[in-house]
């Protein structure tokens, strides 16, 4: 998302590491617990209405305020993952931008099973950041705009082409465990996740262009905290059928394990949940040949309190960032699809997959 990271995260380069920090939204121990609807601004279809808020909850994040950057916090970055297609071939995307100067880009041709990725680090001379506004900027990639029209841009990798999106939040907002903070490795993040995006733009690859479709997921997370206390983790951003988005982690660190979700609903409402671990479950395994890293290519999801047994499986299952020093171990962000059963009844999906730390 060094030297000493074959046992623990180096604590200032892993400040600019890539990882959505999505197995954060886990840091607390995790209770089956409901969470009322609260008001999210992004425009919703009818077939996903916007939630309301009841009077009094508490919500530490607030949209579309808390799209911008935040002075006096270490770490904050921006994480854009997506799914794609041109007629009937299919993509994946991942562009994070963090407030450190690291842009990172993978891109999958899901289709063809190929994969290209790559780490970036600027000096702040070379980045524009807003704090009234989203708008972030580097030298091969941006992402600017409101809720209802977010522009992303991105070069990709090996001079293979480049991404234009238009994402537009439809359905709420997740405000992840529950309320959008939480304490975390001796410190506290804010954390909220827009998990329905549309998407639509153009991508080119080798100097043709195409026109793409599809549905997009952004986390933006922020805060202090110490990445010397984390060792590893898996991390997953769910879009399942039947509307429900699923924020899931399995989280190793000197507290232990610890793994969760935060579900959340078309109608705003939230749900925190436990999930089994994920670990002793995960099969096809594969050894990166770049940083002998031995990942996962799939997992059985098991969340007792929504009856819900999933299968996630990497397409492919190496989707390694090309980091090199000083960004080793590796961390794999694997565009992956869904299925299943959910409160019993059938269910397909699409995910990404991220594992991080020391997995051989």
Do not use: C
Not at 345 to 353: C, D, I, L, M, N
């Amino acid at each position: 998302m060094s030297a000493s990271r074959r046992i623990k995260l180096r604590r200032r380069s892993a400040g600019i590491f890539v990882g959505a920090l999505a197995a954060f939204a886990v840091a607390l121990p995790l209770a089956s617990a409901a969470i009322p609807n609260r008001q999210s601004t992004a425009s919703a279809p009818a077939s996903r209405p916007g939630p309301t808020a009841p009077p009094g909850f508490p919500t530490f994040v607030h949209l579309p305020a808390d799209q911008v950057k935040h002075t006096g916090f270490s770490d904050e970055w921006w994480y854009t993952i997506g799914h794609i297609r041109a007629g009937r071939h299919e993509y994946g995307y991942e562009v994070q931008l963090a407030a450190g100067g690291l842009a990172q880009i993978g891109f999958t041709d899901v289709s063809s099973r190929k994969y290209v990725s790559r780490q970036y680090l600027y000096t702040a001379n070379q980045i524009s950041i807003s704090t009234t506004a989203l708008d972030v900027r580097m030298p091969n990639a941006s992402l600017a705009g409101p809720l209802d029209n977010m522009q992303l841009t991105a070069d990709l990798p090996n001079g293979m082409g480049t991404l234009h999106l238009r994402l537009k939040a439809v359905g709420p907002a997740m405000y992840n465990n529950g309320t959008g903070l939480l304490p975390f490795l001796g410190g506290m993040s804010y954390y909220y996740s827009l998990p329905w995006l549309q998407t639509a733009g153009t991508l080119t690859l080798r100097g043709k262009s195409t026109r793409v479709t599809g549905t997009s997921w952004l986390d933006h997370q922020w805060g202090k905290w110490d990445w010397g206390k984390l060792h590893k983790w898996t991390w997953m951003a769910l879009q399942l059928s039947n509307g429900q988005a699923l924020d899931l982690s399995d989280m190793f660190g000197d507290v232990g394990e610890m793994h969760g979700a935060t579900v959340l609903s078309p109608d705003g409402s939230e749900r925190v949940v436990s999930v089994n671990p994920l670990a002793p479950k995960a099969t096809d395994f594969e050894t990166s040949k770049v940083t002998s890293q031995r990942y996962a290519g799939k997992w059985t999801v098991k969340i007792p309190a929504l009856q819900a047994k999933l299968t996630v499986t990497a397409k492919p299952v190496l989707q390694e960032i090309d980091a090199g020093a000083p960004f080793s171990p590796g961390i794999n962000e694997a565009d992956s699809t869904v299925s299943g059963t959910y409160l019993g009844r059938p269910v397909t999906g699409q995910a990404y997959a991220e594992q991080f730390g020391i997995w051989k």
